[in-house]
């Protein structure tokens, strides 16, 4: 069964720092991985996108990362900002053109002041 | 560019009233449209897709329906709804790219059942 595993549920930091969610996997076969940014209330948008053949990806200050042989991916946050409070979403993909996306349950954050 | 709206934004409903929410899609022809349900503390749930006019997929048995009158309109409806129909309703499109497939999603309806 296809399935994707995010931690930890919730994260409180302070503004300023930097953070790194975690996404474990056991989707097969594995076309790409994306991480989504949900606000409160809105749909998902999307952050980075990574195929098997690439370990990072980078879009300002959010950077993925993913180990096709473990399985695992990861996105770090740097420097942190009130506006990256939201649920963080990782997303695998099963095979080019397949319609069934396995979503996680996302990862809460919450940047304070 | 391509834009997705959904209507309404929220919605309140008494049980075993009627619905219908609306996605329609602009900048794009013929796209694959998909209807997904979020529900609080959980995974967003694949409810419908489409690949094209009058084409509809059902992921999950429900009493939930989709129709695709047009290539650029996805309608999500119910004749009778369920206190369990509430959630958080996204509309999504897919395109293809070099690096695969990305789904970009609606700003969402938020239905609530009473």
């Known amino acids: 069964k296809n399935q994707v595993e995010q931690s930890p549920q919730s994260l409180i930091i302070l503004e300023g720092k930097n953070c790194t969610l975690q996404c474990n996997y ?36 959010y950077t993925a990362t993913l180990d096709a042989d473990t399985k695992q991916s990861s996105l770090h946050i740097t420097a942190s900002q009130l506006s990256d409070s939201a ?8 095979g080019f053109g397949n319609e069934k996306l396995t979503f996680g349950t996302g990862t809460r954050l919450t940047i304070i002041p | 560019s ?41 995974g967003l749930q694949l409810l419908f897709y489409s690949v094209g006019i009058g084409q509809i997929s059902s992921e999950v048995p429900q009493n939930l329906s ?18 369990s ?9 897919r395109e293809f790219g070099l690096v695969g497939e990305t789904q970009y999603f609606g700003p969402g309806t938020r239905l609530l059942v009473l």
């Open chain 1, 26 to 61: 056991t989707v097969s076969p594995f076309s790409n991985l994306r991480w989504y940014k949900q606000d409160t209330g809105r749909g998902p948008v999307s952050l980075t996108i990574m195929t098997f053949s690439e370990n990072t990806k980078s879009n300002g200050r």
């Open chain 1, 87 to 94: 649920s963080y979403i990782c997303v695998v993909s099963a």
């Open chain 2, 2 to 42: 391509q834009t997705i709206h959904q209507w309404p934004a929220t919605l309140v409903q008494p049980v075993g009233s009627p619905l219908s929410l609306e996605c329609t899609v602009e900048g794009t022809s013929n796209p694959n449209l998909y209807w997904y349900r979020q529900a609080a503390g959980r």
């Open chain 2, 66 to 83: 989709a129709s695709r009158p047009q290539d650029r309109q996805f309608i999500l409806s119910s004749k009778k709804l369920l206190l």
């Open chain 2, 85 to 93: 129909d509430s959630g958080f309703y996204l509309c999504a499109w």
